[in-house]
């Protein structure tokens, strides 16, 4: 089957899931042929390459999958934005300024059939990065090739779909934010889809253990390890005790997990962690499971490489660090990924654009068709130095292991997981700032010559579409006037009363969609019955900077100094707007501050501007602190200066930090914001003094 881009003026070709293996085979086949030179060995076939993607709308969404398949990209990756992560409709007061900001927004059935229009979804492999809606986000997918496949029953077309959702929520109590629900309401609906796919679509893998976020959030590879799988742990166990699997189908449980792993520039040390997960998982997966099939008990795994290093200085360096992150996940045979995307060298300063996401796909194209990599055999066996390394890694994971499954399991242990990741990520920023850790063209080598890469900063990132919130917010009208607000009711009454009960709560989604309910009805009524969860900071028993060192000690006596002349002690106000869930930086913000003998307020994640005006009055700080990495600042900040104006605070400094272009910046300090941090700004010991200054210039203390 072969379909064409519409609105274009140039045809691009789309292949088909089938039409890529065609054309993989007849340009490498699996067997040696006469014309092949002797020196030329068969290759084994590579990868699923995947570009992570999606943003503003459905439509442009499309467009951007159908170009990138056109390119020789073999998978799709959807990445959805924070309203939609989070089960909230673009008219919700949540999702105010992040509508299409981190990725597409579907908040209804109509959205699903526009992001795949034209995509034969029975002959496509998709991962959705998605967790806390999980659930809905499939059965819109199952509905929306039902409808593109009318010949065939439900049932036949479910069994043809293949791909993934991520579907991990520990991971998203620990290091990314986008819950919706409590722990024990998101493991049953983990578990319920678990059961749902493993009988009606066999191809889907229904979690991804994701520990891709949990190295972002500071892990070690040992953490990385343990704290996956324990999850993996948690997630088996919560599908075993559900009694919605047989014992002769569990097998067909674990054969179907996967993970979603993070690769970092210490490629050696990232080869010897895959091969530690391989052993590890074998080990658990048959002797704690019993599951005696070799293929079911493989480790199977995707990989988006290392974003926490990239750098918005010298960003050109950021392709070399690419590329070595990936030769950790390929060049080990036995403990190879089977997908791969990569980031774009300018993520650090933006969204990417088209251009720079082609390029992270060719560097996977280069590596598996132009290298000899996929003509031998693993390249490691049989090396000492890696089997000690595999070694150690293991010994450690098993030890962590064992620690968490003693607290009572991952759920019990979240918040002592969250204390550890943000200790060691405390840990890591403080290597590097003392340069013991060296990041090329940010601690040292910082000469540089001007960059043509960036040039014009303001054009080296594509922009979201201003009017996606705009054009949101009239899709949801018009999908809500054009349904039958019966079915509707009927449909969301229906899944109250399973979620209140033990029935499967796929099937209720399922009827849920078809009645054309929205996202955030969807998840609306099961909060409803689930209730409200707000997951652990970890700021509070985290370790910071063992020794203070003369710079710190400086900023100490500074902060006492001014607490002094301003009859207290400094108090910081560190708030994180709207529905970002990277915490990871505003939490070393809080740690840092409580180091330098700031009083600390740091309440979590996802606070509308209304609740952190009214925090600042009722702490009474001397400064606030905002965070927003999702691209919303240029909505969420001015309504926090608009809210400390009214709430007669508009002495109180605020500073910014977050992934912000240089114009927007400008914008900010115009409107008033005191000073502004993005990730070239390192040293958190340097911001904790130009805090005290901005403090004490707010107060006319010279």
């Given at each position: 089957?072969?379909t064409?881009?519409?609105?274009?003026?140039a045809?691009v070709?789309?292949?088909t899931?089938?039409?890529?293996?065609?054309?993989?085979?007849?340009?490498?086949?699996?067997?040696?042929?006469?014309?092949a030179?002797p020196?030329?060995r068969?290759?084994?076939?590579?990868?699923?390459?995947?570009?992570?993607?999606?943003?503003?709308?459905a439509?442009?969404?499309?467009?951007?999958y159908?170009?990138?398949?056109?390119?020789?990209?073999?998978?799709?990756?959807?990445a959805?934005?924070?309203?939609t992560q989070t089960?909230?409709?673009?008219?919700?007061?949540m999702a105010?300024?992040?509508?299409?900001?981190?990725?597409?927004?579907?908040?209804?059935?109509?959205?699903?059939r526009?992001?795949?229009?034209?995509?034969?979804l029975t002959?496509?492999?998709?991962?959705?990065?998605?967790?806390a809606?999980?659930?809905?986000?499939?059965a819109m997918?199952?509905?929306?090739?039902e409808?593109?496949?009318?010949?065939?029953?439900?049932?036949?077309?479910a069994?043809?779909?293949?791909?993934?959702?991520?579907?991990?929520?520990?991971?998203?109590y620990l290091?990314r934010?986008?819950?919706a629900?409590?722990?024990e309401?998101s493991?049953?609906l983990?578990?319920?889809?678990?059961?749902y796919?493993?009988?009606?679509?066999?191809?889907?893998?229904?979690?991804?253990?994701?520990?891709?976020?949990?190295q972002?959030?500071?892990?070690?590879?040992?953490?990385?390890?343990?704290?996956?799988?324990c999850?993996?742990?948690a997630v088996?166990?919560?599908?075993k005790?559900?009694?919605?699997v047989?014992e002769?189908?569990f097998?067909?449980?674990?054969?179907?997990?996967?993970f979603f792993?993070?690769?970092?520039?210490?490629?050696v040390?990232?080869?010897?962690?895959m091969?530690?997960?391989?052993?590890?998982?074998d080990?658990?997966?048959?002797e704690?499971?019993g599951?005696?099939?070799?293929?079911m008990r493989?480790?199977?795994y995707?990989?988006q490489?290392?974003s926490?290093?990239?750098?918005?200085?010298?960003?050109?360096?950021?392709?070399?660090r690419?590329?070595?992150?990936?030769?950790?996940?390929?060049?080990s045979?036995?403990?190879?990924?089977?997908?791969?995307?990569?980031?774009?060298?300018?993520?650090a300063?933006?969204?990417?654009?088209?251009?720079?996401?082609?390029?992270?796909?060719?560097?996977?194209q280069?590596?598996?068709?132009?290298?000899?990599?996929?003509?031998?055999d693993?390249i490691?066996?049989?090396?000492h130095?890696?089997?000690?390394?595999?070694?150690?890694?293991?010994?450690?994971?098993?030890?962590?292991?064992?620690?968490?499954?003693?607290?009572g399991?991952?759920i019990?242990?979240?918040?002592?997981?969250?204390?550890?990741?943000?200790?060691?990520?405390?840990?890591?920023?403080?290597?590097?700032e003392s340069?013991?850790e060296?990041?090329?063209?940010?601690?040292?080598?910082?000469?540089?010559?001007?960059?043509?890469l960036?040039?014009?900063?303001d054009?080296?990132?594509?922009?979201?579409?201003p009017?996606a919130?705009?054009?949101?917010?009239?899709?949801?009208?018009?999908?809500?006037?054009?349904?039958?607000?019966?079915?509707v009711?009927?449909a969301?009454?229906?899944?109250?009363?399973a979620?209140?009960?033990?029935?499967?709560?796929?099937?209720?989604?399922?009827?849920?969609?078809?009645a054309g309910?929205?996202?955030?009805e969807?998840?609306?009524?099961?909060?409803?019955?689930?209730g409200?969860?707000?997951?652990?900071?970890?700021?509070?028993?985290?370790?910071?900077?063992?020794?203070?060192?003369?710079?710190?000690?400086e900023?100490?006596?500074?902060?006492k100094?001014?607490?002094?002349?301003?009859g207290?002690?400094?108090?910081?106000?560190?708030?994180?707007?709207?529905l970002?869930?990277?915490?990871?930086?505003?939490?070393?913000v809080?740690?840092?501050?409580?180091?330098?003998?700031?009083?600390?307020?740091y309440?979590?994640?996802?606070?509308?501007?209304e609740?952190?005006?009214?925090?600042?009055?009722?702490?009474?700080?001397?400064?606030?602190?905002?965070?927003?990495?999702?691209?919303?600042?240029?909505?969420?900040?001015?309504?926090?200066?608009d809210?400390?104006r009214?709430?007669?605070l508009?002495?109180?400094?605020?500073?910014?930090?977050?992934?912000?272009?240089?114009?927007?910046g400008r914008?900010?300090?115009?409107?008033?914001?005191?000073?502004?941090?993005t990730?070239?700004?390192f040293?958190?010991t340097?911001?904790?003094?130009?805090?005290?200054?901005?403090?004490?210039?707010a107060?006319?203390?010279?």
């Open positions: 089957m072969r064409w881009r519409r609105g274009s003026t045809r070709a789309l292949a899931r089938t039409e890529v293996t065609d054309a993989y085979n007849s340009f490498y086949p699996r067997t040696m042929t006469e014309n030179t020196a030329r068969e290759k084994d076939r590579p990868w699923v390459m995947r570009t992570y993607a999606g943003h503003s709308t439509t442009a969404s499309n467009e951007l159908r170009t990138n398949l056109a390119k020789g990209q073999t998978g799709l990756s959807v959805f934005d924070l309203p089960g909230y409709d673009p008219d919700s007061a105010r300024g992040e509508v299409g900001k981190v990725g597409v927004p579907v908040m209804h059935l109509g959205e699903m526009k992001l795949f229009d034209g995509i034969p002959e496509m492999n998709t991962s959705m990065t998605i967790n809606v999980a659930m809905w986000m499939l997918y199952q509905v929306t090739a409808e593109q496949n009318p010949d065939l029953s439900p049932e036949e077309v069994a043809q779909l293949a791909g993934t959702t991520q579907n991990d929520i520990i991971k998203e290091s934010g986008t819950y629900f409590p722990p309401a493991m049953r983990i578990a319920d889809m678990i059961a796919t493993v009988h009606q679509i066999p191809k889907w893998n229904p979690i991804n253990i994701c520990s891709y976020h949990l972002e959030a500071g892990a070690t590879p040992t953490q990385e390890l343990a704290y996956a799988l999850t993996a742990i088996l166990d919560e599908v005790n559900a009694g919605q047989s002769e189908d097998g067909k449980v674990v054969g179907r997990i996967s792993v993070n690769a970092g520039v210490r490629f040390e990232e080869t010897c962690k091969r530690a997960f391989v052993e590890l998982w080990e658990i997966t048959r704690r499971y599951v005696t099939d070799p293929k493989r480790f199977r995707g990989v490489v290392n926490l290093g990239l750098t918005e200085a010298q960003p050109e360096n950021n392709v070399q690419i590329v070595l992150e990936m030769l950790g996940v390929t060049l045979k036995n403990a190879r990924a089977r997908a791969l995307q990569l980031p774009a060298w300018n993520e300063l933006g969204l990417p654009r088209p251009w720079d996401q082609q390029w992270s796909l060719r560097l996977q280069v590596l598996a068709f132009e290298s000899d990599l996929l003509e031998y693993d490691f066996d049989g090396s130095v890696i089997e000690a390394k595999v070694a150690e890694l293991v010994a450690g994971a098993k030890a962590e292991i064992d620690r968490v499954q003693a607290m399991g991952a019990a242990a979240v918040e002592y997981m969250k204390g550890e990741l943000v200790s060691s990520h405390a840990a890591r920023r403080a290597a590097i340069g013991q060296v990041i090329v063209g940010v601690n040292r080598f910082e000469t540089t010559e001007p960059s043509p960036t040039a014009d900063l054009s080296a990132i594509m922009v979201a579409d009017e919130e705009k054009t949101a917010r009239a899709s949801v009208e018009e999908w809500k006037a054009q349904r039958d607000p019966q079915q009711e009927d969301l009454r229906a899944l109250a009363e979620a209140k009960g033990t029935d499967n709560l796929m099937h209720a989604t399922l009827a849920a969609a078809r309910a929205t996202t955030g969807w998840a609306g009524t099961l909060r409803e019955v689930f409200e969860f707000r997951a652990p900071t970890g700021v509070s028993g985290a370790v910071g900077v063992a020794e203070a060192g003369a710079e710190l000690s900023v100490r006596e500074r902060v100094a001014t607490g002094e002349e301003l207290g002690r400094l108090r910081l106000l560190v708030g994180k707007p709207g970002d869930g990277h915490s990871n930086g505003a939490e070393q809080a740690v840092r501050a409580r180091d330098a003998g700031f009083e600390v307020v309440q979590g994640l996802r606070l509308t501007p609740q952190i005006v009214s925090a600042a009055v009722a702490e009474d700080v001397h400064c606030v602190g905002l965070s927003i990495l999702s691209g919303s600042h240029m909505e969420l900040v001015p309504a926090v200066l809210g400390l009214e709430a007669g508009d002495d109180v400094p605020v500073i910014v930090g977050g992934i912000i272009p240089e114009s927007d914008r900010l300090v115009e409107l008033g914001v005191a000073a502004v941090y990730p070239k700004d040293g958190l340097e911001i904790m003094g130009g805090i005290v200054e901005v403090i004490r210039r107060n006319g203390l010279a």
